[in-house]
């Protein structure tokens, strides 16, 4: 008797008012054309509204943070919760600030059972996970959510950014081969002053790009990038990325 294959999961987090519903669709329709298995998409969110139906949703849980750091990536360690929603098993994370632009499946087959994160584009060789795009076992570190949850201060204090903590946490993590996930700008993006001349380029054996800070996709599929200063003006600089608007 053939068993049904199993579900691969796929699970984002949606919050506050920076990326829209349309921003989960997009990925949803895009896990859809880059697996050839059994996949779904689940949503963690505090606002249902405008996603797809097809999209499982379920409630971010509650964690202890102050105010101004509720809507920063420190939300994110409420995903070391357990048990968590009906996720179990090894499951992917994906930022909504990112294009998929390959093949999904195989980051399910990558060292089964371990904790799978990028190596930092900003910070490489030193053991720090860029958790744009991670799998992990749910609720096998589970330590990583409860001790956050005893002593808050005390990690906030010793610790700048949520990455750096989880990857102090897990000694047995491993990282995505380079080629899979890319960052727009450190990767990808024309060093200056050729990025006036150039629109970045996407290798083709690249799965993930990560757009962390600015400028978003849909800035730089139409060639902008938003500048407070107007000294930047004269580094910050993309051209219009059409291959955005293909994967995107």
Known sequence: MNQEPAIQTIVCMKWGTRYGPEFVNRMWAAVQRNTARPTRLVCLTDDRTGIDPAVTCADIPDIDLPPALINTPWRKLTLWKAPLADLEGD???????????????????????????????????????????????????????????????AVLSKYRIEQLYISREIADMVFWPKAWCASFKHSLLPSWPMNFLKAPALPAETRIVAFTGKPD????????????????????????TPWIAEHW
Not at 117 to 125: F, H, K
Not at 234 to 239: G, M, P, T
Request: charged letters at 25%; proline letters at 7%; aromatic letters at 14%.
């Open 217 to 240: 996709q849909d800035e730089a599929l139409r060639g902008e990038w938003p500048v407070k200063a107007g000294w930047k003006r004269l580094y910050k600089h993309v051209r219009p």
């Open 91 to 153: 499951c992917l994370f994906l930022d909504l600030d990112l294009v998929i632009t390959g093949s999904l499946d195989e980051m399910f087959d990558y060292e089964p059972g371990r904790f799978c994160v990028i190596d930092n584009w900003t910070q490489p060789g030193q053991k720090i996970g860029n958790t744009s795009a991670f799998r992990w076992p749910v609720g096998k570190f589970a330590n990583i959510y409860n001790d956050f949850q005893a002593a808050p201060d």
